[in-house]
Nanobody, 129 residues
Framework: QVQLVESGGGLVQPGGSLRLSCAAS???????????IGWFRQAPGKEREAVSC????????YYADSAKGRFTISRDNAKNTVYLQMDSLTPEDTAAYYC???????????????????WGQGTQVTVSS
């Protein structure tokens, strides 16, 4: 069993920045070595959509078109933590952001399929003046 704990959400003005964190626990390091970790978001009345994903082992990344050039995903394997640096935020980025972990896939697969073994509880990001 893997637990994913998200943090870093909050209220920010348009043009501002936030850094989300996803910390994984509950499994051995070797179990997590080949996981893909991703960030998804869901706004009220809209379907969940992928934002960005990363392969833990080699750092390969995938970005949704809406995230390219503004968001950066990274990992700290020693801390079993994945980060999402979000810059140039707009009101359209307002959503609940969820961390997900896939034990068998790649970053591309996780973000394109949207199927994961574990999900975090979500952290709210609100972009408003």
């Amino acid at each position: 069993q893997v637990q994913l704990v998200e943090s870093g959400g909050g209220l920010v003005q348009p043009g501002g920045s936030l850094r989300l964190s996803c910390a994984a626990s509950g499994a051995s390091g070797s179990t997590l070595d080949y996981y893909a970790i991703g960030w998804f978001r869901q706004a009220p009345g809209k379907e969940r959509e992928a934002v960005s994903c990363i392969t833990r082992s080699d750092g390969t990344t995938y970005y949704a078109d809406s995230a390219k050039g503004r968001f950066t995903i990274s990992r700290d394997n020693a801390k079993n933590t994945v980060y999402l640096q979000m810059d140039s935020l707009t009101p359209e980025d307002t959503a609940a952001y969820y961390c997900a972990a896939d034990g068998y896939g790649s970053a591309w697969s996780l973000c394109r399929r949207g199927v994961a073994d574990y999900w975090g509880q979500g952290t709210q990001v609100t972009v408003s003046s």
